[in-house]
C-alpha cells in the first residue's frame, strides 16, 4: 500500500466514531498501522461537537457506526453534511447490519463508502487511505 506519509502518527487525521470502546480501540489500532493518526467519538453527537470546534484540525476522513445510542452514524452523517465545512470530507459507514447496506438511505446519506463488520483490516485501511488521498469530491455519488 502507497500512503504517502511515513508512519504512525505522521499521516492524515481520521476521527473514528463507534459507541463501543473495543470496536473503537480495534478501528485506532488498524488505521495507526496503516499510517494515520487517530481520534475518537463515542457517538455522534461527540463527533459532531469534536468537528465543528474550529481549535480543532479536521479530519481528512470520518468513520462512522450505524448504530449508536443515543445519536447513531444516521444522526451525525445528516449533520455533517448539513454543516457546509465539511462539505469535502468523505464519510465511511462501519456497520454489521446488512440492511443498513440495502437501504436507499444509503446512496443518499452522503456517506462515501462503507465497511462490514467483522471488517477486513486491509480493507478498511485500503478504504480510508483511497479516501484520504482523493478527498471526497472525486467519490461523491452521481
Given at each position: ?12 487525521l ?64 445528516a ?11 468523505p ?26 463488520k ?25
Amino acid at each position: 500500500m502507497q500512503t504517502g506519509w511515513a508512519g504512525p502518527g505522521d499521516g492524515p487525521l481520521v476521527l473514528v466514531c463507534d459507541d463501543t470502546e473495543a470496536i473503537r480501540r480495534l478501528l485506532r489500532i488498524n488505521l495507526e498501522l496503516g499510517g494515520f493518526r487517530v481520534e475518537e467519538a463515542a457517538d455522534g453527537h461527540e463527533a459532531m461537537s469534536r468537528l465543528i470546534d474550529a481549535d480543532r484540525e479536521r479530519p481528512a476522513v470520518i468513520v462512522l457506526d450505524s448504530q449508536m445510542a443515543p445519536y447513531d452514524g444516521w444522526w451525525a452523517i445528516a449533520a455533517i453534511r448539513s454543516h457546509h465545512p465539511l462539505d469535502d470530507v468523505p464519510v465511511v459507514l462501519v456497520t454489521a447490519t446488512a440492511t443498513d447496506l440495502e437501504s436507499p438511505e444509503v446512496s443518499g446519506a452522503g456517506f462515501d463508502a462503507y465497511v462490514s463488520k467483522p471488517f477486513d483490516p486491509d480493507d478498511l485501511v485500503a478504504v480510508v487511505s483511497r479516501l484520504a488521498a482523493a478527498g471526497r469530491a472525486r467519490h461523491r455519488r452521481p
